[in-house]
């Protein structure tokens, strides 16, 4: 199982519209997450913005290129996009960090 964690940046101006959001994710946007096995997933918000995922994955390329095939993850990647300072799309701008330790 791969441990996979990423940052990304929301824009201060629209960090509480992004936890709202995340307080309610579509539940076909849930099934379609577990159906392309991500699994332990986790966001973590900064108060400047900076966002921390966390999931766990037999095959992280595997995992993602199965949400960009869903129809449900090009509407929230749609919907999500402003919410973001970098340009591209948040799914596309994960890149997994370099794992230096972990306890078991």
Do not use: I
Request: with cysteine.
């Amino acid at each position: 199982m791969q441990r996979v964690c990423f940052l990304l940046k929301v824009r201060e101006d629209r960090k509480d519209e992004y936890r709202e959001r995340h307080a309610a994710v579509w539940p076909d946007m849930l099934a379609a997450l577990s159906e392309a096995g991500w699994h332990n997933y986790s966001l973590f918000l900064r108060e400047d913005g900076l966002l921390v995922g966390y999931l766990e994955t037999e095959d992280f390329d595997a995992a993602r290129n199965a949400m960009a095939a869903t129809e449900v993850n090009a509407r929230w990647q749609r919907d999500m996009a402003e919410f973001f300072e970098q340009s591209e799309a948040a799914d596309e701008a994960m890149v997994p960090l370099t794992e230096v330790f972990h306890l078991a």
